[in-house]
């Protein structure tokens, strides 16, 4: 039979003074070094759900039934070394769901006479052809062998770009650098007007603050696919431009897909490699207007054409 043994009055005072002497010596120690902030290394504590607002920039327009998101990062939103513009990083800019973006998405053609923030055309860009799976260099629309023939080329006028109250990003061709996520000027100065003529004077091209210009290498991808290769840089171009599309609408912007234009002229105009062929020109800018159709009416709409009253 086990015996358990007792403990004398005397030890058993001494052992509970061990463990309070104990006790307080760990609680000074939490007050001289401090605790592990929650989020901090060494904290096991889940970090805080609302991190710090650190944008000077408006808050990007979104739904009209919704409160839009502040843009949120803890870097810098942006740096200049030279001739190249650093934006800011991806991150979530706007409430509107995929479903909003796909039901109020529209060509449109009138813009304000207003910029672009830089944090919306860094969205843009990043919507178009930024890297979405770092490991894998994956792109933000799909590519055939993810052998990724496009390339973007930013068109930027007067004031075209707000970089933060009253400083506006130089007027300019810039080409996407899709790994660094950055612009790096290629030609300077306004040259909105020259496109607008090689797009057979379409005057949205114009009048748009920005412009992309969508180029594709035609090669990257028939080296691998041959003829068919042609086909699938045709339909990545799509696919990036409809992301232009779907962000856009989530940012309060306004776009449209332009095919009609001097394929050689275009491409002087962004000083695009003989290799570089251009695809699209697309318009960026503020719409005048906008309407944004509810699910209720597409449910009405589908609802008579079933019969069903």
């Known amino acids: 039979m086990l015996r358990v043994a007792r403990l004398k009055p005397v030890t058993a005072m001494w052992v509970l003074t061990l463990v309070i002497t104990a006790l307080l010596a760990a609680y000074a120690a939490s007050l001289f070094h401090g605790t592990p902030r929650p989020g901090s290394p060494g904290s096991t504590a889940a970090p805080s759900a609302t991190p710090s607002i ?69 969205m843009i860009l990043w919507a178009a052809q930024g890297i979405t799976d770092p490991a894998r260099r994956f792109r933000a629309a ?56 090689a797009s057979l004077n379409q005057p949205w091209v114009k009048n748009a603050p920005v412009d992309l210009v969508m180029c594709a290498v035609f090669e990257r991808t028939t080296r691998v696919y041959g003829e068919r290769g042609v086909r699938y840089v045709y339909m990545e171009a799509g696919h990036a431009a409809q992301n232009v599309y779907l962000m856009a609408t989530a940012l309060g912007l306004g776009t449209v897909v332009v095919g009609a234009f001097h394929d050689d002229w275009v491409a002087s105009v962004v000083k695009a490699s003989k290799d570089e062929a251009p695809l699209y020109v697309i318009p960026v800018g503020v719409p005048k207007e906008v309407r944004h159709p509810s699910f209720r009416e597409i449910d009405s709409w589908y609802s008579s054409q079933r019969g069903e009253g």
Do not use: C, F
Request: hydrophobic share 35%; charged share 20%.
């Open 54 to 122: 650190t944008s000077t920039e408006r808050p990007t327009v979104g739904s009209t039934n919704t409160t839009t998101t502040t843009a949120v990062s803890t870097r810098a939103e942006y740096s200049i070394i030279g001739n190249t513009v650093y934006l800011p990083l991806p991150r979530r800019v706007s409430n509107v769901t995929v479903e909003e973006a796909i039901l109020w998405r529209r060509s449109l053609r009138e813009y304000r006479d207003e910029p672009l923030t830089v944090t919306q055309l860094s």
């Open 142 to 197: 799909p590519s055939a062998g993810a052998t990724y023939p496009l390339v973007l080329y930013v068109v930027v006028g007067s004031k075209g770009v707000l970089l933060e109250p009253g400083k506006y990003m130089r007027a300019g061709v810039y080409r996407y650098d899709v790994m660094k996520h950055a612009l790096t000027m290629v030609r300077e100065g306004d040259l909105r007007g020259e496109l607008a003529k």
